[in-house]
């Protein structure tokens, strides 16, 4: 018998909501400093989790992930900026990645084009 266990889409946790509404936020950016090397860790473990198919911890962290990177893309200049869009390039990627496994292809649309803005806006599409 073999231990492979096949994904099921039902094993995510329905936070397609909070999905939503971190995909469309147009608010003003949260106040602080962005701290590029804490977000580079943060998109790292997402892809880390879902790459190694552990789907139902991605869901919860991403929203506010996408939320502090669109704040950093906004707050930071320079190189810094560019570095935040390339980060930010990722993390909509396992969003749209993360959405299809769910099957929201409305929602995985969405965190796609932002994945292919944000590569664009790093300078390295």
């Not at 999905?19 to 962005?34: K, Q, R, W």
């Not at 991403?62 to 950093?72: D, E, F, G, M």
């Not at 560019?82 to 292809?105: F, P, Q, T």
Request: aromatic residues 6%; proline residues 6%; neutral net charge.
């Amino acid at each position: 018998m073999s231990a492979y266990m096949p994904y099921k889409i039902h094993d995510i946790p329905s936070d397609i909501e909070t999905f939503a509404a971190a995909l469309v936020d147009c608010s003003a950016p949260l106040d602080g400093p962005a701290d590029l090397r804490a977000l580079a860790a943060s998109v790292a473990a997402a892809k880390q989790n879902y790459q190694a198919c552990r789907y139902s911890q991605v869901p919860a962290a991403l929203p506010p992930l996408l939320r502090r990177l669109r704040t950093a893309c906004t707050m930071l200049t320079g190189d810094q900026q560019l570095r935040a869009y390339a980060l930010s390039d990722e993390g909509h990627h396992v969003a749209a990645s993360i959405l299809l496994k769910h099957e929201d292809k409305g929602l995985a649309w969405l965190a796609a084009d932002r994945s292919v803005q944000a590569a664009h806006a790093s300078g390295n599409p």
